[in-house]
């Protein structure tokens, strides 16, 4: 990992540090890092935010960047150098604001921050507070936020554009921060956020549902575009590059930054989290929550029930509740994804309602509130019940309604499946698509009937199956090599075990592979929310989740998640009651913050000797 980390940062040895630039920090970490005496370097610090015009606020993205070169190298600026900065700090009113969750945390940190640096100044936010009120309230802040990851997850779950942003302000906190119990916090905030990305991820992919997803960029192998959103990527493969299947040519001075930043941290994740990554702990089941947005931690918890089952071979990951908000944005929300083992630059399925597209059917594997998810470790039933005309027409901000109003009084009725063009092998045959991929072997049964789409837009490398019908349903499985010894062997058990449908009350019964029966019946939502406005607290949500019955007994929405008692459990990697503990085959992990500041404690097997720390 230290090798790793040294090239990322000698690929930054001679980059500018262009002013106000939201990844110039980035740079100066990168430069000073090489070279602590770079003059040039604190120059252009000092100088970063000069050209910001007086009443305007500065790049946000750069703030904790910018405390963190104070932090690790304050003695390299000269008095007369550190007042020029700390003067046009105090010129920004945003330092103790909001927005969106990682606009929060990098604004916060870096607010906490400059009052430590500065603990006797005035004239902070315009001119409006203390150093004391500044640091308070940014503490008070943070630390509501990194409590919050503790008993409710937070929103923005496991995006593998946004969670690198959620990375490097703690990182910052946990490298510059001189209160304990900050740092601690910091700490128990980075654990969080980097078990939870090994638990839910396959190869560097990550398992859905997953927030501000972009499933374009979503890559399996290594391939370099201008734009594209990869910082999870990269953040994966520089704690875990064994676990995932490529190797960057180069770092990229856009998202690429963010591993920067990790790689400048000196903050490394324990080995029972590297060996959560690698899958050391395959099979295992997981649910999980993710909350809804609300300011400094208080979203509604459970937002999102997440159910994931991960294998040696593939992964599978559903939406078991999905809380609507009619006056919300789900364009980058992914509810569903299969993944597998494949050496291809895509190795996932993805099935999806076009609802946020129904304006020009671009794909964009979202969720809709008109289809709902069932899941038992490797076979996923998901129903479609698509009415004729949105009930919640001109909800939520003009530039999302036009992603569907445009035709919100004639919904597209269509249940989409794509996979890859790059599949080893297409058989059809029963009503069933069959998949082949090296050693796994897919299933996949649209209930309606439908038709191959080669060139769904945009053009590209999936081909898109299109089942039409207001009533839909589609059958997932998954095996392998190593339960059946040829593809054709594999097509046969299907075949042996054909669903059985009730389109009255939009009912599937499919007993799988394993022999495990899976009952998905349409539960259906309440369409009558009333108007309410956006983050309001007291709005109405929309449950969306089928009744699922497994085996002749019913599964049950587990009243922890709903009551903020639990964020994650599965036996390798859990977090209840403010308990996480991870337990791996190189050690177990627990971080307890059910008092005022979190414990850490770190066993290792007695034939171990790696590192825990």
Known sequence: MEKRAAWVIAQRRSESINPNAKFGAAAALARLALNPDDAEVIDRITHFYDKVPAGSNAQQFSYPGVAWVLGKYWDKFTPAERDHLKARLKGFSDLLGHGTENHAIMKGAAAYLFAQYWPDETGWVRGTITSAQLGQTARKQMMATMRSLYDKGYAENLSHNYLPVHLYPYYVLSDCATDPEMKAAADAALHFHVANMAANHFEGVTIPPTQRDYPETTWNTYTYEPGSRHAGHLIHWLYWADAQNWTPAEIDRGDGNYVVYAARSSWRPPAAIGSLARGETVPYELTASAAGFGFWGTGTPADVLRYVYRDKLYAMGSGH???????????????????????????????????????????????????????????????????????????????????????????????????????????????????????????????????????????????????????????????????????????????????????????????????????????????????????????????????????GAVVPIDSDFINAKAVIKSPSVELVNRVMQLQTPAGKLEVDWRGEVPKFSYRVPAHNTATMD
């Open 321 to 551: 509740v999905f809380r609507y908000d009619p006056v919300g944005f789900y364009d980058t929300f992914t509810t569903f994804r299969l993944i597998y083992k494949s050496p291809d630059k895509f190795n996932f399925i993805e099935c999806y309602h076009p609802y946020w597209r129904s304006n020009d059917r671009t794909w964009r594997g979202i969720s809709s509130p008109f289809e709902q998810w069932a899941q038992h470790k490797g076979s996923a039933i998901a129903l479609f019940n698509i009415p004729t005309a949105d009930p919640w027409v001109g909800r939520g901000r003009s530039s999302w309604q036009a992603l569907r109003d445009a035709h919100s009084d004639n919904l597209i009725q269509e249940a989409l499946v794509r996979y890859p063009k790059s599949i080893d092998q297409k058989t059809e045959a029963s009503g069933w698509i069959f998949l082949l991929e090296g050693d796994v072997y897919i299933a996949i049964r649209p209930l309606n009937h439908y038709t191959i789409d080669t060139n769904y837009k945009p053009a590209g490398e999936f081909d898109v199956v299109v089942s039409r019908g207001a009533k839909n349903a589609v059958i997932f499985d998954i095996a392998t090599k190593k339960d059946f010894a040829t593809f054709e062997s594999f097509q046969r058990a299907v075949n042996q075990n054909p669903p059985v449908v009730d389109w009255d009350q939009l009912s599937v019964t499919y007993t799988n592979l394993k022999g495990d029966t899976l009952t998905a019946t349409w539960n259906p939502p309440k369409y009558d929310v009333p108007e309410a406005k956006e983050n309001d607290p007291e709005r109405e949500t929309v449950q969306v989740r089928p009744d699922i019955i497994v085996n």
